[in-house]
């Protein structure tokens, strides 16, 4: 199908990363990625010469150019197959590049964004902890000065990749005394540093190598060169990290979810035209037809409202209602294309050995991730309200 309004560059990127998922991530071993938990560095480092890791960072930090939409569609694509891929690739662009190319002070673009352009860098990021899900800015995880160094004491959880990442963004409480939305930081914490422990958590999806971990800091060291922002992101880490900063989590969540939910129509469909029952493929029955059509048209639907998101982004246009709108509807439509494919599938839908199993895994937590469905709801209600 096309995809509309893509400039000729967006559909020459998918077809140069369709190439690379066909011979690099075939299907088996996007299955054993799952199955055993494994982040194929390898890949990665081949999805780095394609020159992709650059698309979050400008040319002058040594990345290919700020394309949001482009960074979208290459999360799109690999989401497709496998999100061991996917969510190291997000790690890199958008935990790393992205959130240092918008909040970092010129010494830390200069220290990191060349390194992530170049894919040698991964970050987590750490914002829930085990009280605090959707009201990030109560987090409790402190961090006070000390003889010129920052000492992080608390826990994070659910923290995706921390196991592999190179450096965990985190969102602190920096002054215990000051009112809410003034008292929080953001720290780059290198992952090998003294007092960090990372624990993986088993999650019913996104099983890969860069697998989601609980984290506790003990009287954690790390210099003040590592306040994001430098010396003026102290104590001003709500305006770094809400508004546009979540916008595009909320877009990355978005796009793997359509990945996922693509890949489970065009299996559900083969399989249809395949599968014969009383005498004839299933997919000649009603029911089933209707199904793929609706998913279809979801998928469809879900994109517009993704890549208008990602545009809007791209042109640094106010877009938090569109990417609230963007994260609720993908991931909510996604969920439930995901879970008619399984049924077109019938018991083959449920078993290992179909990746239409894995899928369904996977699809479960997105309303959840990246700020639930509910408080995606809020959020456009809120900024309709505010408009009045
Ligand atoms: C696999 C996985 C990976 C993750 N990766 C990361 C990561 O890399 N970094 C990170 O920081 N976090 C990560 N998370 C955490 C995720 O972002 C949170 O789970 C999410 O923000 C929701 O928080 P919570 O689960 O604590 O739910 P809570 O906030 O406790 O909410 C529980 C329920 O109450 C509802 N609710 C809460 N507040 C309201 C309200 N005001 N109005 C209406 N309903 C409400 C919610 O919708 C939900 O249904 C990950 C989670 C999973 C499962």
Not at 209 to 217: K, L, N, Q
Not at 226 to 254: F, H, Q, R, T
Not at 326 to 349: D, M
Request: aromatic letters at 6%.
């Amino acid at each position: 199908m096309l995809e509309y309004g893509e400039p000729q560059e967006l559909a020459m990127l998918r077809d140069t990363l369709r190439r690379f998922v066909n011979s690099e991530m075939p299907r088996s071993e996007a299955a054993r990625w799952d199955a055993e938990g494994i982040f194929p560095r390898k890949v990665h480092r081949k999805l780095a010469d394609l020159g992709v890791m650059g698309l979050t960072i400008p040319e002058e930090y040594g990345g290919a150019g700020r394309n949001i939409p482009a960074t979208m569609a290459v999360i799109e694509e690999l989401s497709k197959r496998s999100l061991a891929v996917a969510v190291p690739y997000i790690a890199t662009t958008c935990y790393g590049g992205m959130n240092i190319l918008r909040s970092g002070s010129e010494a830390q673009k200069q220290e990191y964004l060349p390194k992530l352009a170049a894919g040698e860098l991964m970050f987590a990021f750490g914002v829930t902890e085990p009280d605090i899900g959707g009201d990030v800015a109560s987090v409790k995880t402190t961090a006070r000065r000390e003889d010129g160094k920052i000492v992080v004491s608390g826990a994070k959880r659910f923290i995706t990749g921390a196991n592999v990442a190179d450096y965990i963004y985190t969102v602190v409480r920096s002054d215990p005394s000051a009112p809410r939305y003034k008292n929080l930081s953001i720290v780059l914490i290198p992952r090998e540093t003294d007092g960090v422990h990372i624990e993986k958590i088993k999650s019913i999806g996104m099983r890969g190598g860069a697998s989601t971990t609980d984290i506790t800091f003990d009287k954690v060291e790390i210099p003040e060169a590592n306040i994001l922002g430098g010396e003026a992101g102290w104590n001003n880490g709500w305006s770094l990290i809400a508004g546009a900063g979540l916008d595009v989590e909320k877009l990355e969540v978005a796009a793997m979810a359509l990945g996922i939910a693509e890949a489970a129509v065009a299996d559900a469909a083969e399989y249809a035209s395949t599968r014969q029952q009383f005498g004839k493929a299933i997919g000649e029955f009603q029911a089933i037809r209707h199904a793929l059509a609706e998913a279809r048209t979801d998928l469809h639907a879900s994109r517009l409202v993704l890549y208008h998101a990602a545009a809007l982004a791209q042109e640094r246009r106010p877009c938090s209602i569109e990417s609230s709108m963007a994260k609720l509807f993908v991931s909510e439509r996604a969920h439930k294309t995901v879970l008619a494919c399984q049924s077109i599938l019938g018991a083959y839908g449920c078993v290992e050995g179909f990746d239409m199993e894995r899928y369904v895994r996977d699809i479960l937590i997105f309303p959840i991730v990246g700020g639930s469905s509910a408080i995606q709801r809020n959020n456009i209600a809120k900024r309709f309200e505010q408009r009045r």
